[in-house]
């Protein structure tokens, strides 16, 4: 029996791109359902009742929800392929820490550049997100990937972020290919994989989206 | 090779309990760390310099951090009693629950306990929201993880204590018997599992450490208010 592979989402969402990038990695087929978050889908709100939010595998009928939750179950049941977190309980931990980090982290100090209307706000949400990405690519070494010589599971968690990374650098007046050249290669290295380019968003169209959203809060 | 096993931790964190649990119930021996938080070690700065936090986890000289990461592993690297089925649905279910214990009833149950007045209130409605998600999880089953304890019961382990602490500090009722049955009920049966029951903190100092949180927090909010 084929597998039925369903994923909400919407098409700015930096979640919901890590898991196209896993099931690409897979070479799964799957069926993509974008949703309108001003206007739930029942299906969403039946196979999310908890968050309402974004993205939602649906694996035959089964929903899971949370990004990098969905990426490891994605991992754990086509194991025969690309393998994304490592066979090493040690290395697996770290992977884990390193995604955790990526997740309590970036998306909540990225906002503060791009959603702030105080100055002092924006230059502390830079100063921060420049830190992190240093500590980041600290952690890369001379590795081509996170995942040492093959693309894994915090490649995967970070990755998707690079889109947006235009949109940060245009409202925080920065360069971060200046500050983090050796993280900007690697975003371009994660680029020349398939499973990453065909599942990334445009930068401009996601600053353009950006744009969107501040003028209609006022703050454009 | 002798297993050097080591758990740096404070004697009241709620995440370093999740991993106490886990060693016991898997059989694991052990060194403690107790760590003060206010003159951090350099050994706890040098394992975790990332996020400076307990609990630590250092195995043969290998430190992880950050408690469900550490589940994790040690539930890779010990095989018995495993705390995660095998089945990867059931273990995306059971990473979900955790996840939000910690994102959203943790919070909401902490600023039911910090908060004042109407914030303390709405605090309640958003608790209540989220209990109640619990409460139709555990409908049918003892514990979270079925007929035996597991990872779930693991993460969300500290409610069964904290909350009755916090209840009493406040006097205000968060996890009503009537309200969430099946909750309630697994609050008593989880805190008064073997293991569990041996390994709480003292309620007492527990009691003191919470009054003295609040007091200091309402004294800083009302003379800020000035």
């Known amino acids: 029996m084929a597998d039925e592979i369903v994923l909400l989402s919407t098409w700015p969402s930096m979640f919901g791109m890590r898991v196209r990038v896993a099931l690409a990695e897979k070479g799964l087929k799957y069926e993509y359902r974008e949703e309108d978050l001003g206007n739930k889908s029942p299906l969403l ?22 990004s990098m939750i969905i990426v490891e179950y994605i991992d754990e049941v086509w194991n025969h392929k690309s393998p994304l977190l490592p066979t090493d309980p040690f290395q697996r931990a770290q992977a884990r820490f ?19 209307t105080k100055e002092e706000e924006q230059e502390t949400g830079k100063k921060e997100f420049l830190e992190c990405l240093k500590l980041l690519e600290g952690e890369l070494g ?51 994989k398939e499973s990453v380019s065909s599942s990334l968003a445009d930068p401009h169209k996601i600053h353009d989206f950006a744009s969107g959203v501040r003028k209609r809060l006022g703050i454009e | ?47 975790n310099p990332v996020h400076k936090k307990v609990p630590i986890l250092v195995h043969n000289g290998k430190p992880i951090a950050e408690s469900f990461v550490i589940l994790e ?37 902490w600023n039911v306990f910090i908060k004042q ?38 993460a969300l382990g ?29 609050m008593q049966d989880f805190a008064e599992a073997p293991i569990i029951r041996d390994n709480w903190p003292p309620r007492d100092k527990m009691i003191v450490k919470f009054q003295a949180l609040l007091d200091a927090t309402i004294a800083s909010s009302s003379s800020s208010s000035k």
């Open chain 1, 142 to 192: 001379d590795n081509p990937y996170f995942g040492g010589e093959n693309f894994g599971f915090v490649d995967v968690s970070l990755v998707t972020f690079s889109c947006l990374f235009h949109t940060f650098e245009s409202y925080g007046n920065f360069s971060i290919e200046t500050e983090c050249p050796k993280l900007v290669a690697w975003t371009k290295r994660c680029l020349e």
């Open chain 1, 45 to 66: 709100l039946l196979m999310n009742p908890v968050h309402k939010k974004i993205p939602v595998l649906i694996h035959n009928g089964k929903p899971i929800s949370e």
């Open chain 2, 73 to 109: 592993y040690i539930d890779e690297t010990w095989k018995q009693a495993p705390l995660l089925l095998e089945d990867p649905y059931e273990r995306a279910k059971a990473r979900f629950w955790a996840k939000f214990g910690d994102d959203k009833v943790l919070t909401s149950v």
């Open chain 2, 117 to 154: 007045g109407k914030e303390q209130e709405e605090a309640l409605v958003a608790a209540t929201e989220n209990l109640k998600f619990l409460e139709e999880e555990m409908k049918g089953k003892k514990f979270f993880g079925g007929e035996r304890i597991g990872y779930v019961d693991l």
């Open chain 2, 158 to 186: 500290f409610l069964a204590n904290l909350i009755s602490i916090f209840e009493e500090i406040i006097g205000l009722k968060i996890v009503d018997e009537e309200k969430f049955p099946s909750l309630y009920s697994w």
């Open chain 2, 1 to 47: 090779m002798g297993e050097e096993v080591k758990l740096f931790r404070t004697w009241s964190s709620s995440f370093a309990l999740r991993i106490v649990w886990a060693l016991k119930i898997k059989g694991i021996e052990y060194e403690t760390v107790f760590e003060d938080l206010s003159n951090k070690s350099p050994l706890l700065l040098q394992y």
């Open chain 1, 98 to 116: 390193w995604a955790d980090y990526v997740d309590k982290k970036l998306y909540d100090i990225g906002k503060k550049i791009i959603w702030s």
